[in-house]
């Protein structure tokens, strides 16, 4: 009874009307200090330095208080940095995975671009002599050395080395690294331009790091750290971190630093006794689209779910505790790095625009019903009667995919710039232009409309785009950093929220959306949208219309 009780007064404070004391907007959810963490080295100074792909920044970070000191931004040229390291001069130098640049920050806060790599400039390292190196993963393979001054053309030394990661130089002057196309340590001799294995069997392993006494250690996504012999190529697990391990750093006293490309949390190990330390703690990175289901007792519960890149979580609509954590890294789990995320019956219907992927998840049974990975850079995907339906950036178009054959499809919209989000109502389909500012609809109870009238133009990039429960539709104008409301007959527009911190701007080499700003309704009316900038989910109350 007192249970019953408890649940009629949460849904009466969750229907309370537009002049109660709630704010309209409120962050539900923070996200973690760091937009995921990557790659990550020891500077001279003793501090931590971090480099955040999504983040688009290098962090510097006080060990002991796990305190932010500094971060280094576009302001000095670092932009989507991978990995980084230091020079014996105290320059530190990063890779641009998105761009290909490689940069180096001087000592006296100046900096210079020392060269210009193919998109996908990960791993760098310098060995013994003062020579640099560094790698393509991801989006090429290709292992290169550099000059650290920037003069000397960069030397193509091996093409196709089995795409290395995070790799280090050991006490025998060879390079060290993973391979994430084999799941093997390899190590290369740079000067014959040959290379071996080490040690296979892993897996997927991301990074290795010699310690003081010239062990390898290697970590994966997963959560373990290996020690690995190098003589013998047998490996044991000296850590386990339950999930999340991205790259690795010793300090001076062989404590070991692992950063997350789960979570952006960095956290410290102790390999003598096992106990880990969080030194920054992580969270939500990188949210896109936003779904919602009903949870708990009779379902009258909001479940807000994100596709956070790495992972699915979901959220308590009313307090935002975490509810879910599903990881979705690519070369590791069936789910592959979700961009957005919609509701489809009792299934989840996700795009990723880095993978050109569509896939159908069920979270009840936690398996990916469907997944389709031809698309042309897919910005969003919803559900339509068991099709797919698809914003394609690299056409320019919205295609709709049949559910039983996928290869089948059917153009709904051409010659659109950059459809971004979609919103269906009872066969009327429409879709935002995010450079040209407009909506249009697509169809009309189920018949293509052609040509596709204009419903609203002059918004600022809008992305999110949903149907209210009244009929509206809402969408988000990240140009602008606010939800807008629109009539969908007369075209009118209303200011639902602004001030909100979103619209990230994308780098180069990224879809002009970058990080997807989603919006969702909850069952109670309450609007929640993701802010990429602020790396958080709002809250919002509809004021009534």
Same mark, same amino acid.
């Given at each position: 009874?007192?249970?019953?009780?408890?649940?009629?007064?949460?849904?009466?404070?969750?229907?309370?009307?537009?002049?109660?004391?709630?704010?309209?907007?409120?962050?539900?959810?923070?996200?973690?200090?760091?937009?995921?963490?990557?790659?990550?080295?020891? +500077?001279?100074?003793?501090?931590?330095?971090?480099?955040?792909?999504?983040?688009? $920044?290098?962090?510097?970070?006080?060990?002991?208080?796990?305190?932010?000191?500094?971060?280094?931004?576009?302001?000095?040229?670092?932009?989507?940095?991978?990995d980084l390291t230091f020079g014996s001069d105290g320059s530190l130098y990063w890779t641009s995975i998105y761009t290909g640049q490689v940069g180096r920050l001087f000592p006296d806060g100046t900096s210079q671009i020392?060269?210009? &790599?193919?998109?996908? !400039?990960?791993?760098?390292?310098?060995?013994?002599?003062?020579?640099?190196?560094?790698?393509?993963?991801?989006?090429?393979?290709?292992?290169?050395?550099?000059?650290?001054?920037?003069?000397?053309?960069?030397?193509?030394?091996i093409d196709q080395p089995g795409s290395l990661n995070g790799f280090e130089f050991g006490p025998d002057g060879l390079l060290y690294s993973p391979s994430l196309s084999t799941g093997s340590v390899v190590r290369i001799?740079?000067?014959? #331009?040959? &290379?071996?294995?080490?040690?296979?069997?892993?897996?997927?392993?991301?990074?290795?790091?010699?310690?003081?006494?010239?062990?390898?250690y290697a970590t994966a996504p997963t959560g373990e750290i290996f020690r690995v012999d190098i003589v013998t190529g047998t490996f044991e697990v000296a850590a386990d971190l339950a999930e999340g391990g991205d790259n690795?750093?010793?300090?001076?006293?062989?404590?070991?630093?692992?950063?997350?490309?789960?979570? +952006?949390?960095?956290? #410290?190990?102790?390999?003598?006794?096992?106990?880990?330390?969080?030194?920054?703690?992580?969270?939500?990175?990188?949210?896109?689209?936003?779904?919602?289901?009903?949870?708990?007792?009779?379902?009258?519960?909001?479940?807000?779910?994100?596709?956070?890149?790495?992972?699915? #979580?979901?959220?308590?609509?009313?307090?935002?505790?975490?509810?879910?954590?599903?990881?979705?890294?690519?070369?590791?789990?069936?789910?592959?790095?979700?961009?957005?995320?919609? =509701?489809?019956?009792?299934?989840?219907?996700?795009?990723?625009?880095?993978?050109?992927?569509?896939?159908?998840?069920?979270?009840?049974?936690?398996?990916?019903?469907?997944?389709?990975?031809?698309?042309?850079?897919?910005?969003?995907?919803?559900?339509?009667?068991?099709?797919?339906?698809?914003?394609?950036?690299?056409?320019?178009? =919205?295609?709709?995919?049949?559910?039983?054959?996928?290869? $089948?499809?059917?153009?709904? +919209?051409?010659?659109?710039?950059?459809?971004?989000?979609?919103?269906?109502?009872?066969?009327?389909?429409?879709?935002?232009?995010?450079?040209?500012?407009?909506? #249009? $609809?697509?169809?009309?109870?189920?018949?293509?409309?052609?040509?596709?009238?204009?419903?609203?133009?002059?918004?600022?990039?809008?992305?999110?785009?949903?149907?209210?429960?009244?009929?509206?539709?809402?969408?988000?104008?990240?140009?602008?950093?606010?939800?807008?409301?629109?009539?969908?007959?007369?075209?009118?527009?209303? &200011?639902? !929220?602004?001030?909100?911190?979103?619209?990230?701007?994308?780098? =180069? +080499? !990224?879809?002009?959306?970058?990080?997807?700003?989603?919006?969702?309704?909850? $069952?109670?009316?309450?609007?929640?949208?993701?802010?990429?900038?602020?790396?958080?989910?709002?809250?919002?109350?509809?004021?009534?219309?």
């Amino acid at each position: 009874m007192q249970r019953l009780f408890l649940v009629i007064l949460l849904g009466l404070l969750l229907t309370l009307p537009a002049s109660a004391t709630f704010p309209q907007v409120r962050v539900l959810v923070e996200g973690a200090t760091f937009q995921g963490t990557n790659g990550i080295t020891v +500077g001279p100074d003793d501090h931590l330095y971090v480099a955040s792909v999504s983040g688009r $920044q290098i962090g510097v970070v006080d060990p002991r208080t796990g305190r932010v000191l500094e971060r280094f931004g576009n302001e000095v040229g670092v932009e989507t940095p991978d990995d980084l390291t230091f020079g014996s001069d105290g320059s530190l130098y990063w890779t641009s995975i998105y761009t290909g640049q490689v940069g180096r920050l001087f000592p006296d806060g100046t900096s210079q671009i020392i060269a210009n &790599l193919p998109p996908g !400039a990960n791993p760098i390292a310098f060995n013994s002599d003062g020579r640099l190196f560094v790698a393509l993963s991801a989006f090429g393979d290709a292992l290169y050395e550099l000059d650290p001054d920037g003069v000397d053309t960069p030397e193509l030394l091996i093409d196709q080395p089995g795409s290395l990661n995070g790799f280090e130089f050991g006490p025998d002057g060879l390079l060290y690294s993973p391979s994430l196309s084999t799941g093997s340590v390899v190590r290369i001799d740079v000067d014959a #331009r040959t &290379l071996e294995t080490v040690a296979t069997g892993f897996g997927l392993i991301t990074a290795v790091a010699f310690d003081s006494l010239d062990q390898l250690y290697a970590t994966a996504p997963t959560g373990e750290i290996f020690r690995v012999d190098i003589v013998t190529g047998t490996f044991e697990v000296a850590a386990d971190l339950a999930e999340g391990g991205d790259n690795l750093a010793f300090d001076d006293r062989d404590r070991l630093y692992v950063t997350s490309l789960l979570d +952006g949390s960095i956290r #410290r190990v102790n390999l003598d006794t096992g106990r880990i330390r969080t030194v920054v703690s992580g969270g939500m990175t990188t949210p896109g689209g936003i779904a919602v289901t009903p949870r708990g007792f009779f379902g009258l519960r909001d479940e807000v779910w994100v596709a956070d890149f790495f992972s699915l #979580r979901s959220f308590t609509g009313f307090t935002g505790r975490e509810l879910e954590f599903v990881p979705t890294i690519p070369l590791l789990t069936p789910l592959v790095g979700p961009s957005t995320i919609a =509701v489809d019956g009792d299934h989840f219907v996700l795009s990723s625009w880095i993978l050109n992927a569509v896939q159908v998840y069920d979270p009840a049974t936690e398996s990916v019903l469907t997944s389709v990975g031809d698309f042309a850079t897919p910005l969003n995907a919803i559900g339509w009667d068991g099709d797919l339906v698809v914003s394609e950036l690299g056409t320019g178009s =919205v295609v709709r995919a049949d559910g039983d054959d996928p290869t $089948q499809r059917t153009i709904l +919209g051409s010659g659109l710039a950059v459809p971004t989000g979609l919103a269906l109502d009872h066969g009327d389909l429409y879709v935002a232009e995010w450079a040209a500012g407009t909506i #249009r $609809q697509l169809t009309q109870a189920g018949q293509i409309l052609d040509p596709a009238p204009v419903i609203v133009s002059g918004l600022a990039q809008p992305e999110g785009l949903i149907v209210l429960d009244d009929g509206d539709l809402a969408v988000v104008e990240t140009g602008a950093g606010r939800v807008t409301r629109i009539d969908p007959v007369t075209g009118a527009t209303s &200011l639902i !929220a602004d001030d909100l911190e979103l619209g990230a701007i994308a780098p =180069v +080499g !990224a879809p002009p959306t970058w990080l997807f700003s989603g919006i969702a309704q909850g $069952q109670y009316g309450r609007l929640f949208v993701s802010g990429d900038i602020a790396n958080v989910i709002y809250s919002i109350r509809l004021v009534h219309h």
